[in-house]
């Protein structure tokens, strides 16, 4: 119970003096900036073609801006994939990019990745 004592006011400073989040602390998102140069409409497609052990595969993935505001971007993705002459179409999938992200845990490499405080690494690109 004493060390209780004498410990609760060193609790009750940290916690009054701990960080909040400000927007300071935020950047802007490298996905929203991207998307944020196009026109509403605007879709871009990649495909992959894979082969391994004789058999073809093939994935079209279209993304296209469907909303740009000034606090975010919204994608549909689409995929189609060709498998042994089969043809597969995934649902659509809306993706919303908010224009600025936390910048807290992100660690800039000199090859131009970033890297969380985990050590996963992320694109410029692409987050996870």
């Known amino acids: 119970m004493r060390l ?16 909040v989040a400000r927007a300071e602390d935020k ?5 929203y900036k991207n ?17 391994f052990a004789g058999n073809k595969s093939e994935a079209t993935m279209t993304s296209t801006l469907l909303e740009l505001t000034d606090e975010k ?9 060709k498998v042994a002459g089969m043809e597969f179409k995934s649902p659509a999938v809306k993706q919303d990019y908010p224009a600025t992200e936390r910048e807290e845990g992100r660690l800039r490499q000199a090859d131009g990745q970033l ?13 996870i």
Do not use: C, D, N
Not at 35 to 51: H, L, M, N, P, Q
């Open 4 to 19: 209780f004592r004498s410990i609760l006011p060193a609790i009750v400073v940290a916690i009054a003096f701990a960080p």
């Open 27 to 31: 950047v802007e998102s490298p996905i």
């Open 35 to 51: 998307w944020a140069k196009f026109a509403k409409g605007t879709s871009t497609t990649v495909k992959t073609i894979s082969e």
């Open 73 to 81: 971007v919204v994608v549909e993705i689409v995929t189609i994939s």
């Open 115 to 127: 890297r969380t405080g985990r050590g996963k690494r992320q694109s410029e690109r692409h987050r």
